[in-house]
């Protein structure tokens, strides 16, 4: 876009030997796991400060990491990461937001997330890359931590409503926040509410929508009840179906409340053995 500036993506130094922790060690004997694991919550506030890593450290950074996940101390240090240097590191970020108001606060958080999407990501995940195999990656935890901890505390939704416009950036933070979701939850139903304010059209179950206000709706009895059953394709699956190969989903039976919309999963007759249910209601 003619006129724009955006600051270029960090590059980061490292060794070629990714490895050899023995001579790592080696070269730096008076390191304790302590310290190695402080010098990590060091360089992550940093990063989110805007202090650019030195050379070579995202490679002491990376080995120490790898050393730590060999100790005792490696089975904490993705939940240290989420609760504790996220939370820390994310309040600062909804402090620079919060001074603001209005359209004045929306343009902020678009050049907030932008900073947090291109900078601040892309070096938690390169700190981070020994971490592997859960079941959430970095990029997640920190997407998420972002939508709980920075935009659903904002509660922009009449904001958006009402802005004379919407920044392109808040607009790209909203649908890159909508593609990462860990299970149904009352926090993606009010991003989903946000991203309807400023995507036109959007696309989404009516039943998702508020019941209207002071307007009693029961739910359907069990005759009528609003199910969404699987998609039943051609003759392959029917044939499966008979021989016994198809092993149906679990559907999914809305109830409708004054106070929002409850999903019932498993609440169906294709329920999971045992017949046992989970709702989340949106409101």
């Known amino acids: 876009m003619m006129g724009s500036f955006r600051r270029p993506r960090p590059r980061f130094m490292s060794s070629p030997v990714l490895s050899d922790l023995a001579r790592f060690h080696a070269s730096s004997p008076s390191l304790s796991n302590t310290s190695m694991w402080n010098s990590v919550q060091s360089a992550v506030m940093q990063v989110f400060q805007g202090s650019a890593l030195q050379t070579n450290e995202l490679f002491t950074l990376n080995e ?15 939940d240290y990461f989420q609760n504790q240097l996220l939370t820390r590191g994310l309040s ?27 900078e601040i990501l892309p070096t938690l995940q390169a700190i981070f890359y020994p971490v592997q195999g859960q079941e959430l990656s970095v990029r997640q935890i920190s997407l998420l931590a972002f939508r709980d ?25 909203l649908l890159v926040l909508q593609g990462v979701h860990d299970a149904p939850s009352l926090e993606f139903c009010q991003l989903e509410r946000l991203v309807e304010v400023v995507v036109t059209p959007f696309i989404r179950d009516a039943l998702l929508t508020d019941p ?3 307007q009693e709706m029961r739910a359907p009895l069990p005759g009528d009840a609003l199910c969404l059953g699987p998609l039943v394709e051609t003759e392959g699956e029917a044939y499966l179906e008979k021989t016994g190969g198809v092993r149906r989903h679990t559907v999914a039976n809305v109830h409708c409340d004054e106070g929002g919309v409850t999903f019932m999963l498993g609440a169906g007759p294709m329920a999971p053995k045992g017949g046992r249910s989970r709702g989340v209601t949106c409101r």
Do not use: C, Y
Request: proline share 3%.
């Open 212 to 214: 209207p206000r002071h």
């Open 92 to 118: 600062e970020v909804l402090d620079q937001v919060q001074l603001h108001s209005g359209d004045e606060q929306l343009v902020v958080l678009g050049n907030v997330w932008d900073r947090f999407f291109t």
């Open 64 to 78: 120490s990491i790898r050393w730590l996940l060999k100790t005792e101390m490696g089975s904490f240090i993705t």
């Open 149 to 173: 901890l920075v935009l659903l505390k904002l509660h922009l939704q009449d904001d958006l409503r009402t802005a004379s416009f919407v920044p392109a950036a808040v607009k790209q933070m």
